[in-house]
């Protein structure tokens, strides 16, 4: 079992940044690929950013690519999501996901959810 907290959201201008930090309870974090979704108003809940177990290897939605950076840190059971050049698109409740096998961007391949984070872009 693998319980996931979010932190790190809140309230940005347009053009700047934030570092998303996800906190993971459970001895087989490490084991995992770990990824980060996004779910606006009346969105769906979509893909935005993936890791592999070892951090070697990285899954990015091409809406972030070039602006979003994944890691993580398995000696604290952590992973981040740091966020520049925010756009108001990206305005969403954040979610930390785990228990993929492979840093996919398939939902269904994550077991344990977050409760997410929110982030506001303003314009």
């Known amino acids: 079992q693998v319980q996931l907290v979010e932190s790190g959201g809140g309230l940005v201008q347009a053009g700047g940044s934030l570092r998303l930090s996800c906190a993971a309870s459970?001895?087989?974090?490490?084991?995992?690929?770990m990824g980060w979704f996004r779910q606006a108003p009346g969105k769906e809940r979509e893909f935005v950013a993936a890791i592999s177990w070892s951090g070697s290897s990285t899954n990015y939605a091409d809406s972030v690519k070039g602006r979003f950076t994944i890691s993580r840190d398995n000696a604290k059971n952590t992973v981040y999501l740091q966020m520049n050049s925010l756009k108001p698109e990206d305005a969403a409740v954040y979610y930390c996901?785990?228990?993929?096998?492979?840093?996919?961007?398939?939902?269904?391949?994550?077991?344990?959810w977050g409760q997410g984070t929110q982030v506001t872009v303003s314009s």
């Open positions: 459970g001895r087989t974090f490490s084991s995992y690929a």
């Open positions: 996901a785990a228990g993929a096998l492979i840093p996919t961007m398939r939902f269904a391949s994550y077991d344990y």
